[in-house]
Every structure is written in structure tokens, then in C-alpha cells.
């Protein structure tokens, strides 16, 4: 799922970003789907990292309201860390990435080619 280029046009890019609010204890998460529609969801406290997570995991769920648009989709993070904690074998630390987890799972069943990049 990581390291695959997907520069065809055929494939769906989601960017998400997750990040914290400057002077604010509050945070973010944001994803624009390429043509289709952008989104931002407040996430109350929290780090980078679990807004990024977030990000990801709400880009998944909106993915399974529009299989008719896509085949394949590649979701592009800035966070490594995030990427690797959903696609590596360790026990989940959150609920988000254990969702991230059956979210691919579930996409994966109905024949959707899902890349993290």
C-alpha cells in the first residue's frame, strides 16, 4: 500500500492534512477529493499525528458513499508516521486506526484499489 507511484489519471487523489490550531489547544483534520468535494472536521485536543489519523479515517468513510466515482484512489499524507501506523501488523494504539484498518478491509472486499502514499 506505501511506496506505489500512482501518477495515472485514472487514480482518485484524496490530500489530507491534520493539524493543530495555532494559539488554540484545538485541532483539525481537512481532505480534498480530487473533484468531487473538500472537508474540514474540527477535532477538539489532540496532536498532528491524531488529526492526521482522523483525516485519513473520515477520506475512508466518505470513499465507501462514492464507489460508483472510483477503482482506485490514492489518499497523499505528510505524516509517515500515520501511514505506517495503518498498514503495519502492530496492534492499533486508537480506535481511528483500527477503523482506518477495517475501513481499507471493507473497500478492499468491494474491489477498490486503496494506496496510502
Same mark, same amino acid.
Given at each position: 500500500m506505501l511506496n506505489?507511484?500512482? &501518477?495515472?489519471?485514472?487514480? &482518485?487523489?484524496?490530500?489530507?492534512?491534520?493539524? &493543530?490550531?495555532?494559539?488554540?489547544?484545538?485541532?483539525?483534520?481537512?481532505?480534498?477529493?480530487?473533484?468531487?468535494?473538500?472537508?474540514?472536521?474540527?477535532?477538539?485536543?489532540?496532536?498532528?499525528?491524531?488529526?492526521e489519523i482522523t483525516a485519513i479515517r473520515t477520506a475512508l468513510s466518505q470513499l465507501q458513499c462514492h464507489l460508483e466515482k472510483f477503482t482506485r484512489a490514492v489518499?497523499?499524507?505528510?505524516?509517515?508516521?500515520? &501511514?505506517?501506523?495503518?498498514?503495519?501488523?502492530?496492534d492499533p494504539k486508537t480506535q481511528d486506526i483500527l477503523d482506518c484498518r477495517c475501513h481499507l478491509e471493507n473497500l478492499a472486499s468491494l474491489e477498490k484499489t486503496i494506496v496510502l502514499q
Open positions: 506505489i507511484l500512482c &501518477l495515472d489519471p485514472e487514480w &482518485l487523489r484524496i490530500f489530507t492534512d491534520g493539524s &493543530l490550531l495555532s494559539d488554540s489547544p484545538n485541532a483539525g483534520a481537512e481532505f480534498f477529493f480530487q473533484k468531487f468535494f473538500s472537508f474540514y472536521l474540527p477535532v477538539e485536543r489532540g496532536t498532528a499525528f491524531d488529526c489518499i497523499l499524507c505528510d505524516s509517515r508516521a500515520a &501511514l505506517i501506523a495503518i498498514v503495519s501488523n502492530n
